[in-house]
């Protein structure tokens, strides 16, 4: 929808969406009154002068929207901490993190200060394109957000509590790439975290609207299922219906071998070396999301949080492997309370939240439809009475509930089993080097979390930049 909307100022711009509905994991939906966020919880980079926000700016997607940030960044909840961490101040940040490990002070404030640096470097490199006069890139970038923190510090706690975003990127610091970490680690803790008070849908419908406006056309319930190519160029686009187009180019943000698997028969060759390389690299792991109206407004039994991560243990990859494996009772979550942050959500007295477990994949794609229904049920009641611990007698007040699996995530998006991230973020100098825009196809370009910058709203939005201004360079 990006891409399509920064397009459509001068060119001549067809949106094909599958669903019902536009934004894929940026879509709001409605239940008897409630009104729910698919996935995102918070954004990064919502402030003037970052990238992030110049690119929804230059496509009006924030046209008339209202942007509000949470009194705090979230509450991180240990077995023997509870903690509210400050939003946007990182000296507040860093002295409360003084105040629980004082022996680790010094420690602290170099890995901090080595987070500042990755970051500041990150942002030159989207900038100039070059990996010149970063040391921290060059120093880290062959190593996990584990072993950069042993360097500083091995008190495990310590560790866990500053990782806490590891739940973001869908891998455990001891396989996630420092650089991507420390990147968004940083922009949240001193930028801020972000959220439309109308939820995702205002800057959904804003991005249809510019197309619109500018002659476009943007099209629900039209799926495309093969792509026509001639030697290396795409000639047709076939929808489901058969009804086909022609364009001088085609971008896909769907995922990428769903793209590849379009190309009509007799022409896989041409993409068959491309295919065998990005099949080396791991898909990221899916999640479970439940959603949840009450009718109780939690304000009023003081909760009065945005954002809590609750952790079972210190030990990160024994969480991960909980997820990975749908170990429901010892895997982390996060609860998501939206009608904390924006009355937009539901009606007075009523509230709207989301709870969400990173999950994997192969629990859940054997099942019959019966026994998937059924697991459904038992996941659901698993946690929510682990959520009870937050939020008392919480399944009492339940007026809706919907629950997402991977199933639902593969689905919807079409991403390979059902991928939330794209590609498993582990070592960003890969990730700067591999799964460029362009493909084989000579206009045939991608515009997803599955290339480089991708993964998180602010990644897909860096990912549509770079698409466009390809585009602009080929006049």
Request: hydrophobic share 35%; aromatic share 12%.
């Amino acid at each position: 929808m990006t891409i399509g909307s920064l397009l459509s100022s001068d060119k001549k711009v067809l949106v094909l969406e599958k669903n019902n509905s536009f934004g894929g994991y940026c879509t709001s939906f409605k239940r008897r009154g409630f009104k729910f966020e698919s996935a995102v919880q918070a954004i990064n980079g919502l402030y003037e002068g970052s990238p992030v926000y110049q690119i929804l700016r230059n496509s009006h997607a924030l046209d008339g929207v209202e942007i509000t940030k949470p009194g705090y960044l979230y509450r991180s909840i240990f077995p023997d901490y509870d903690i509210k961490f400050p939003q946007a101040d990182l000296d507040k940040y860093t002295k409360l993190l003084f105040s629980f490990f004082p022996e680790e002070r010094q420690n602290i404030t170099k890995l901090i200060a080595t987070f500042k640096s990755i970051y500041l470097e990150m942002e030159r490199f989207y900038k100039e394109k070059s990996l010149k006069k970063s040391p921290f890139i060059l120093k880290y970038g062959r190593h996990s957000l584990q072993e950069l923190m042993d360097s500083f510090t091995k008190n495990k706690k310590l560790q866990a509590i500053i990782s806490q975003y590891w739940m973001y990127r869908g891998l455990p610091p001891s396989k996630l790439s420092a650089l991507t970490f420390a990147y968004i680690w940083y922009d949240y803790t001193a930028n801020g975290s972000y959220f439309p008070k109308n939820g995702m849908s205002g800057i959904i419908d804003n991005l249809v609207d510019m197309i619109k406006k500018n002659d476009g056309k943007v099209v629900h319930d039209r799926e495309v299922s093969r792509l026509f190519v001639d030697a290396d160029t795409i000639i047709e686009v076939e929808l489901k219906n058969s009804k086909r187009y022609q364009a001088d180019t085609v971008i896909s943000n769907i995922d990428v071998f769903r793209t590849l698997d379009m190309i009509s028969y007799g022409n896989e060759r041409i993409v068959e070396p491309f295919l065998k390389k990005i099949k080396k690299n791991s898909l990221s792991i899916s999640a479970v999301k439940i959603y949840l109206g009450l009718d109780i407004d939690l304000k009023k039994i003081g909760i009065e949080d945005y954002e809590i991560f609750v952790n079972p243990a210190y030990d990160t990859d024994l969480m991960y492997w909980a997820s990975l494996e749908n170990g429901f009772e010892k895997a982390p979550y996060s609860i998501t309370i939206y009608s904390n942050l924006s009355d937009r959500f539901c009606k007075k007295g009523n509230s709207v939240l989301s709870v969400g477990l990173l999950s994997g994949y192969g629990f859940w794609k054997n099942l019959s439809r019966t026994e998937y229904n059924q697991k459904k049920e038992e996941v659901s009641d698993i946690v929510l009475s682990r959520c009870e611990d937050v939020i008392p007698d919480l399944r009492k007040h339940i007026k809706v509930k919907e629950v997402a699996t991977p199933i639902t995530m593969e689905r919807y998006t079409g991403n390979s089993n059902g991928s939330v991230y794209g590609w498993n973020k582990r070592l960003i100098t890969e990730e700067m080097r591999f799964m460029n825009p362009t493909t084989p196809i000579r206009n045939l370009l991608l515009s997803s979390h599955w290339t480089k910058m991708g993964g998180g709203i602010g990644g897909v939005l860096l990912a549509s930049d770079r698409v466009y201004n390809l585009l602009n360079n080929r006049k």
